[in-house]
Structure formats: C-alpha cells, structure tokens
C-alpha cells in the first residue's frame, strides 16, 4: 500500500541555522542515527545504514531561498516508488521541518507510514537535539 504523509517538528533556532544542517545532504548523518556515512557525487547521494544497507537516492530539486529539497530512493531499499522532500518553515519564535514522503513498497501490502512515520519522528527529534543542545 503506498503512502503519502508528512512528519514534523517545531524547533527553537531560526530557520537559517536548521537549514544549515538540515539542507546539508550529507548532514543527516549528524542527526540521524541509522546513517553512518554520507557521499554526494552530482546529484547522486550514497549512505551507508547502520543495518549495513547502502541507499543510493537522486537529489532531485533544491531551493535554498525556499529552504526545501526532494531526493529519491533509488537502490538499495525494497522500494517500488519513492520520493522525499525536507522543507524548513520560519515561524515567529524559530522554524517548523517538514519531512514529506511518498513512498510505496514493493510488497504493495506494507503501509509505508505505519512503517517510516515513528522512525521519521524519532530522527527529527534527533535534529532538535543538534539544533536546541548545548553544542549547536
């Protein structure tokens, strides 16, 4: 079953900073613990996971003024159709991430929110942890 959702978090820096690191496309290794190496050949972005898969993905669009950009899974998981996007949105007192993805298994039964969606919430909050810490 394919979905499509989006997962979020409100932090207290200002949108700028967060872009630093979350616009960084090796930066997920900083923040998120199941990727433990990160390389970027033209818009090809390979990681390493912890569980020893290599994910291959295509950065497919970014705006730095917009503070977004969308990648693509394409080797590596057992993916049909896969696409993300990572969006930082000013607010008045720091900035909201929004997390969007569109994904669809190859076994056409698995709900790939129920799947992601707590992973997804749990690295966020390993963003905030960056960001919001004493070491930011």
Known sequence: ??????????????ADHAWTLVGDP???????PLYLSCTVDGAT???E??????????LLSRDDEAMTYRYAVTAGLPLAE?????????????????WRTHAVHEDASI?????????QRDALEGLRAVLEGSGS
């Open 26 to 32: 090796c930066g997920v290794t900083r923040w998120y």
């Open 111 to 119: 709900n790939m929110e129920e799947r992601l969606a707590d992973r």
């Open 1 to 14: 079953m394919g979905s499509d959702f989006a997962v979020e978090i409100v932090l207290a820096v200002p």
């Open 45 to 47: 972005r390979t990681l």
């Open 49 to 58: 996971r912890a569980d020893g898969a290599v994910v291959v993905e295509d």
């Open 82 to 98: 896969h696409e993300a996007s990572f969006t930082v949105v000013p607010t008045g007192t720091g900035c909201r991430v929004v």
